[in-house]
């Protein structure tokens, strides 16, 4: 059973940066395409950016350009570099593989906000 845990959020003021970290002990996950995806209060989670095992990354319209999506295999990890943080940016963020059935993590609260 794979358990993904994701960490990294808090509180942050617009414009500011966080590193999030998706850990996924347990299991080798470099064959598939990871994503980070985000949930606001009252709306339905979204994928902002995702990850091929080769590296190839794709990104949603409104993190273009501030939000990097890396992996590290060899330790089973996924990153999201969070930059020009907006209060928009607000929600919490979850990672999953793109094809997989693995239950969801608990998340990690980012909060963008002066």
């Known amino acids: 059973q794979v358990q993904l845990v994701e960490s990294g959020g808090a509180l942050v003021q617009p414009g500011g940066s966080l590193r999030l970290s998706c850990a996924a002990p347990g299991r080798v996950f470099s064959t598939y395409t990871m994503g980070w995806y985000r949930q606001a209060p009252g709306k339905q989670r979204e994928l902002v950016a995702d990850i091929t095992g080769s590296g190839s990354a794709n990104y949603e319209d409104s993190v273009k350009g501030r939000f990097t999506i890396s992996r590290d295999n060899a330790k089973n990890m996924v990153y999201l570099q969070m930059n020009s943080l907006k209060p928009e940016d607000t929600a919490v963020y979850y990672c999953?593989?793109?094809?997989?059935?693995?239950?969801w993590g608990q998340g990690t609260q980012v909060t963008v906000s002066s």
């Open positions: 999953n593989g793109l094809t997989t059935d693995w239950p």
